[in-house]
């Protein structure tokens, strides 16, 4: 083994460096320590500068109606250099207007009054370092625009009923006497609703053989009608208990736009379930007993203004006196410009045909 020579000077001698390992004094004195210990450990590069987070993109502008809220996952909105975790807090510009409030990176805003306001979110490090984000909301105010309980027949005086016998006694029965079309009721709303707007009822079938329908009349000449039927059925060769589609008034049919089998039906005879049907930020979606049936359901050509409500039972074979219920129904949204809707299309017969394929 080669001995490594380590240089020291002699005083008054000129020396040639040729052929020797210098070795810096701090390393030597760390070699001496080391003759002491088992192990020694050099010292790395320092690490630099914490940097602050910064924000990412924008955050949409939201829509909240008085007394409800919605919720905003603002962690896409951020990010941090170093990969720190970041800690969410908000403020209202106006809390007579929105509160706001933060749950680890999702944000709950609440509408107080109809007006408008802006929430500014905070993410912050470890060591105090902060991005901010800027969210505009606007606060419209609550306009139920109609619920109906079915208290007593007389509460049938503003629906119109077609192709059935309708009672009203705490709940709505509408029972089917025609072979060729649905048996149903139709309420028309004061104004068309536009932009956003919810749709809820709470029905299920009295009878086997029949299937309730919610079917919304839009103000569209070619797409009249919307549907959703709740209940077993075979559509397309295959098993759903589910289906949301729209009546094409040229071709006279309807196109399914979403369909499917879900758990959160209850859809035996005499049962009732909850179900809601919601346009919102150009995107439709259905509910069952607060679970999601389906969503995402967006198209340029699918209308967007309602003009009136119809419940209804279909029979499966075309059966007379089989029997669908509706304990209530509730209709929400914010009524549309006249000057921006076309007026309401009558539907065809076909569209409440009882035969859907």
Not at 32 to 38: K, T
Request: hydrophobic share 45%.
């Amino acid at each position: 083994m080669k001995a490594t020579r380590i240089f020291a000077p002699s005083p008054g001698r000129r020396h040639s460096l040729t052929g020797l390992l210098l070795i810096p004094v701090t390393t030597l004195a760390l070699l001496g320590a080391a003759a002491c210990r088992d192990s020694i450990t050099i010292p790395g590069p320092a690490a630099g500068p914490n940097r602050a987070p910064e924000a990412r993109g924008e955050i949409q502008p939201q829509l909240v109606s008085v007394g409800t809220e919605v919720e905003v996952d603002v962690s896409p909105f951020f990010v941090d250099p170093d990969g720190d975790p970041l800690i969410f807090s908000v403020g209202s510009s106006d809390v007579s207007v929105v509160t706001a409030q933060a749950t680890s990176s999702r944000v709950a805003i609440a509408g107080v009054t109809d007006g408008m306001a802006t929430v500014t979110v905070t993410g912050t490090d470890a060591d105090g370092l902060q991005a901010t984000q800027i969210i505009r909301v606007t606060v419209r105010a609550a306009s139920a625009v109609f619920r109906e309980e079915f208290g007593s027949n007389s509460s049938l005086s503003k629906w119109t009923v077609s192709q059935a016998d309708a009672t009203a006694d705490g709940g709505l029965r509408v029972t089917n006497r025609s072979r060729g079309q649905v048996g149903r009721v139709g309420h028309d709303l004061v104004a068309p609703l536009d932009s956003d707007w919810r749709v809820a009822v709470r029905m299920g079938r009295e009878d086997e053989g029949v299937t309730p329908v919610l079917f919304l009349r839009t103000t569209d000449a070619r797409f009249s009608l919307y549907r959703l039927d709740i209940g077993p059925v075979e559509l397309d060769e295959k098993a759903v208990n589910y289906w949301f589609g729209v009546f094409d008034m040229a071709e006279r049919s309807w196109t399914v736009l979403r369909s499917g089998m879900s758990e959160a039906m209850d859809d035996e005879p005499g049962e009732l379930t909850e179900i809601a049907l919601v346009f919102n930020r150009g995107q439709y979606r259905a509910e069952a007993g607060g679970a999601l049936l389906f969503g995402g359901v967006a198209a340029d050509w699918l209308p967007t203004a309602i003009a009136s409500v119809w419940l209804a039972g279909r029979s499966a074979e075309g059966a007379v006196g089989v029997a669908c219920l509706f304990d209530w129904v509730e209709i929400d949204g914010q009524p549309a410009d006249p000057n921006s809707v076309a007026d309401p299309v009558v539907p065809v017969d076909e569209a409440f045909s009882n035969n859907i394929n």
